[in-house]
């Protein structure tokens, strides 16, 4: 964590350097007209490319502050970031100052954007930051407000975006623990989240986050380390290791409403998001469906800067009773007619793509699964979800008797309709029984 302590350092420092110019000047100085001292000043504090359009103010009483308008903050190396603010803010508290010590009581940057470039290994360049001061330094509020993010990528691929970003923050100290919350907008989705931390250790911080989403419905929480690693040329890579909690609510026709939570290990870096192990549990208690997984999630692939972010998710449970989860409590409709509702409903909303945001190649197996009061046996999905495209899918079932069911085709989605078509084989002797319709209709699939 030496590089954000190193950044809060210059800020406060630079401020106290600021202060040392105005005391030999009398009060009502127009630092207007002494933009090159405190430009000078603060390319000297930081290391860092300077350049302020707007107005500055610097006031001593009742307290400490400097205010900056249209600041722009480059870095001298060749991908270093980028941070340009309409306003910086800064107020140090008076009576820590004389006792040698900095209290950042405010810290306000509004409407900034910062601009970062990613490395071929998925790292970014850190600044160079002239040595800290001695200063103790602590923080009672730092905020971004209606910020932006943009990642430019290597290999010519288009520039992750992150906008309406707000960050309200403190710290006991520059080692921590810290605390905060804010929100940002991705992919048409508010996320709202909060975080604490641990103190500091060497390069990893301990922290949890709470984050929500307002689109899907999902919460997630997070626990773990964060460890911020630099390599040769100060390029710096960021990575977590810990636990994931995610847990959400689908509903479906008729005011169904089926909770799921699934929970486990999980490591995050530059290359992407992996869970060898969690556990899945879907519907109410009394209904509920138990399954392990493992979910991989590429950012990139480290032989290939132009390759494109994919994911895999696998599930296997012993048995899963569909009937139940899409029955919902009272009186119940047909399972299958919960399930062609809810996937047309999908469809018109265009929410598949909003479950899949990027090409997914998913995999379920079950011992067993209940559909329509009819069990299946050795059951096997497998899916090639891409936003845009149809979903490419091929299911293999053991029906009762010895007839066994094989399914490939591909599902089209639209946002009047959802079609299918399937090439179907049905083989063995099946006894005539209820149930028996729904397996000559699955047959008999078409376009529709």
């Given at each position: 964590?030496r590089f954000f302590r190193e950044i809060l350092t210059v800020l406060a420092g630079l401020l106290v350097l600021l202060l040392g110019a105005a005391l030999a000047g009398p009060y009502f100085v127009d630092w207007n007209k002494h933009k090159p ?412």
């Amino acid at each position: 964590m030496r590089f954000f302590r190193e950044i809060l350092t210059v800020l406060a420092g630079l401020l106290v350097l600021l202060l040392g110019a105005a005391l030999a000047g009398p009060y009502f100085v127009d630092w207007n007209k002494h933009k090159p001292l405190v430009v000078g000043r603060l390319a000297q504090a930081t290391g860092a490319t300077i350049h302020v359009a707007g107005d500055i103010d610097l006031k001593l009483l009742p307290s400490p502050r400097l205010r900056l308008g249209r600041v722009t903050f480059a870095g001298q190396k060749s991908g270093s970031p980028q941070l340009e603010a309409e306003t910086l803010y800064l107020e140090l508290g008076l009576t820590a100052l004389l006792r040698g010590q900095i209290r950042l009581v405010e810290a306000i940057v509004q409407r900034p954007h910062m601009q970062v470039t990613m490395q071929a290994n998925g790292g970014f360049v850190l600044p160079d930051f002239p040595a800290a001061g001695p200063w103790q330094i602590a923080f009672e509020h730092v905020a971004f407000q209606d910020a932006r993010v943009t990642v430019l990528r290597p290999g010519g691929l288009p520039p992750l975006q992150v906008s309406g970003l707000s960050l309200d923050a403190s710290g006991q100290s520059l080692e921590g623990p810290f605390r905060g919350n804010g929100t940002f907008a991705l992919a048409g989705d508010t996320i709202t989240y909060s975080f604490n931390t641990g103190a500091a250790e060497q390069d990893s911080l301990r922290a949890k986050l709470v984050a929500r989403s307002s689109r899907l419905s999902v919460r997630g929480e997070f626990d773990g380390a964060l460890k911020l690693e630099a390599g040769a040329g100060r390029v710096a890579t960021l990575a977590f290791s810990g636990t994931a909690t995610l847990a959400g609510q689908v509903m479906l026709p008729g005011a169904i409403e089926q909770k799921w939570r699934a929970s486990g290990p999980l490591v995050m870096d530059a290359d992407g998001i992996r869970s060898e192990a969690f556990d899945l549990r879907a519907g109410e208690e009394a209904r509920t469906v138990s399954a392990t997984g493992a979910f991989e999630a590429f950012f990139r692939d480290a032989g290939d800067p132009k390759s494109t972010a994919h994911a895999t998710l696998t599930l296997a449970a012993q048995q899963i009773n569909a009937d139940a989860l899409l029955g919902g409590e009272g009186p119940r409709q047909p399972a299958m007619a919960v399930l062609a509702d809810w996937l047309q409903q999908l469809a018109a909303q265009k929410r598949l793509v909003s479950f899949f945001p990027v090409p997914v190649d998913l995999e379920i197996a079950a011992a067993a699964l209940t559909l329509g009061q009819d069990t299946l046996s050795k059951v096997s999905l497998k899916a090639k979800i891409e936003p845009g495209k149809p979903v490419s899918l091929t299911f293999a079932a053991g029906a009762p008797g010895t007839t066994s069911l094989t399914l490939n085709g591909t599902l089209e989605t639209g946002a009047a309709a959802l079609g299918a078509w399937a090439r179907t084989t049905v083989t063995g002797h099946a006894p005539r029984r209820r149930g028996e319709a729904q397996r000559a209709a699955l047959a008999r699939c078409r376009p529709c």
